[in-house]
């Protein structure tokens, strides 16, 4: 592979199929099997991110389909555009949280992670390219908006040329042209952070005794990892580890840590009583779901667990410098944030807002509703990172995960809070729902709503406070006069027709009652929004597809 003549491609028509504003392309694997399709996207992201001439670039993915043909195309391509050194990984697969740590750790200029998340793989799933920047984060829109201005005129793009593919089944150095590729075990200096993090010892200990764990990782990314900290390392019995070898098509299912995608786990520990401890990932690996014995923890609550109890582990013992949460989620982190005298900033959904707070100090923590919940040690959210976090509370604590939430409810006040999610609606349905409730909006303050009034109606927009850039169109948020609210936004990550979600929280402070089911808390604002919205009427559903 010493000789690469390098090839020059003419296209006949540009390529324009990334959205402004995201920082990736997330597509059906069919699509992705277009002639220069996945070329394309590359070369206008090789042409705008600073420092590739030279620089170091890591790649690597969730190991679903067209992983490894597309690490073959990026590494050429690299090769065509004079980067120095490609890191990739043994079998390809990287998790999003340890390819933001290589990208930090060797000083890349980026990274390129091969995933579509949660979205289901395959021939018949979906397929997706992440750009990640020399800070390990997903690119900033100043640049993806750049490289979506790239590919609108893109001409052709370069790329060398190899005899074979190049060899990933073990751990070697090899070479394109002048490029060095050097292929490593993906795991490895993602399990030396954690230890510098948690206290091993401690949860070892828990571990070992009649603690029973059990995590899935839905055949996706995190089984080699899983099965290396918790069997390997803490010593958990062999089988914690669920559906651990990751799989092209992760064995047909939805590699979605919820209730319903991950609904075997949420069995074993809602409905059995095995286990005291349940976790799963999704398929890139930086989402977490966290179960204990007849016991849900909302992703919001979790953010705000972690956040209370930070200083019992070892890597955030001297206190956090503030915290931050997109603005869907739920305000139980800002109550703890508020007792603990820190700031807590309420940013628009995406990893990439965090990464400006992060970066520049003022925050430590930092989640989302949907099962993301991560920290200043890489710069994207991290599945198996809030495991061990939750697993070192336990293991200091002594005590449940049911107890946790009992006394954080009873110190804190309780959030009720749910997301239903109505997927694969038609879009003109879904936006001419939207649309029509975002005229409204105006009108909508001080009207009856669920029992309440509505004191602000607006659509979310941010103004990050380190670079002072203003981000609009967020979400539109009916905030009630008790402090209760509804958000509705549409998703920016699926792939067929449109998905919409609504949030819905209300607080109840300590001395109210904190055992109530979370949609019966919520019933008569459930039923408010879809009269208000015409949910029901134009989604043509009777049910969400999914209930968080
Ligand atoms: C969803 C989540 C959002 C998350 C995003 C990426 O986006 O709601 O909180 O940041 O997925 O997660 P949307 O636009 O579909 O609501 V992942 O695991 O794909 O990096
Ligand atoms: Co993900």
Request: aromatic share 6%; proline share 5%; hydrophobic share 40%.
């Amino acid at each position: 592979m010493t000789s690469s003549p390098i090839r020059q491609v003419t296209l006949a028509q540009p390529f324009t199929d990334q959205k402004p504003g995201t920082s990736g392309l997330r597509k059906s694997s069919r699509q992705f099997q277009t002639p220069h399709y996945l070329e394309s996207f590359i070369e206008a992201s090789l042409r705008v991110v600073p420092g590739i001439a030279g620089g170091t670039v890591v790649v690597g993915g969730d190991g679903r389909y067209g992983n490894r043909a597309a690490i073959d195309v990026i590494a050429r391509m690299a090769a065509a555009h004079g980067v120095s050194r490609l890191i990739t990984t043994t079998g390809g697969i990287l998790s999003t949280p340890a390819a933001s740590n290589l990208i930090r750790q060797h000083g890349a200029a980026c990274g390129v992670i091969l995933s579509a998340s949660h979205n289901p793989g395959g021939p018949e799933g979906d397929f997706g390219v992440k750009i990640n920047g020399a800070n390990g984060g997903p690119t900033p829109e100043s640049v993806t908006d750049a490289i979506h201005a790239a590919t609108l005129t893109l001409e052709g793009y370069r790329i060398a040329e190899a005899d074979a593919p190049l060899p990933l089944d073990v751990p070697g150095s090899h070479s394109i042209g002048t490029m060095t590729v050097t292929v490593i075990d993906g795991v490895d200096d993602y399990v030396a952070l954690m230890q510098q993090l948690f206290d091993f010892e401690r949860i070892a200990a828990l571990l070992k005794g009649d603690f029973r764990v059990a995590f899935d990782a839905m055949h996706a990314v995190t089984g080699p990892y899983g099965s290396r900290l918790l069997e390997g390392l803490l010593g958990a019995p062999a089988g914690t580890v669920r559906n651990g070898i990751p799989l092209e098509d992760f064995g047909g299912g939805h590699p979605d840590p919820n209730l319903t995608y991950a609904h075997e786990l949420a069995e074993l520990l809602l409905q059995g009583n095995a286990y005291d401890f349940g976790a799963a990932c999704d398929g890139d690996g930086d989402r977490n779901m966290i179960l204990g014995r007849s016991c849900f923890v909302n992703p919001s609550d979790s953010l705000a667990v972690l956040t209370a109890n930070a200083t019992l582990v070892p890597g955030y013992a001297k206190g956090l410098a503030g915290v931050a949460r997109s603005m869907p989620t739920s305000a139980a982190t800002d109550v703890v944030a508020k007792a603990l005298g820190i700031s807590c900033y309420e940013t628009p959904t995406g990893w990439k807002f965090f990464g400006n707070l992060l970066d520049a100090g003022r925050i430590t923590l930092c989640g989302e509703e949907s099962f993301g919940t991560g920290s200043d040690h890489i710069r994207e959210k991290d599945g198996l990172w809030a495991v061990l976090f939750w697993l070192n509370i336990l293991a200091v604590r002594g005590c449940s995960v049911a107890a946790v939430m009992a006394e954080h409810w009873g110190r804190f006040g309780r959030h009720y809070y749910s997301r239903h999610d109505y997927e694969a609606i038609a879009s003109d349905a879904a936006h001419g729902l939207y649309d029509r409730v975002k005229v409204m909006l105006p009108e909508l303050v001080g009207q009856p709503f669920a029992g309440r009034t509505i004191a602000t109606a607006d659509d979310f927009a941010y103004t990050d406070p380190v670079d002072g850039s203003i981000t609009s169109g967020q979400g539109l948020r009916l905030l009630l006069d008790d402090g209760s609210r509804v958000v509705l936004r549409l998703s920016g990550t699926g792939t067929q027709g449109a998905t919409l979600r609504v949030y819905l929280e209300s607080y109840v402070p300590p001395s109210g009652d904190l055992n109530q089911d979370p949609q019966a808390a919520l019933g008569s604002m459930i039923s408010a929004i879809d009269e208000l919205a015409e949910i029901k009427q134009r989604t043509g559903m009777d049910r969400p597809t999914v209930i968080t």
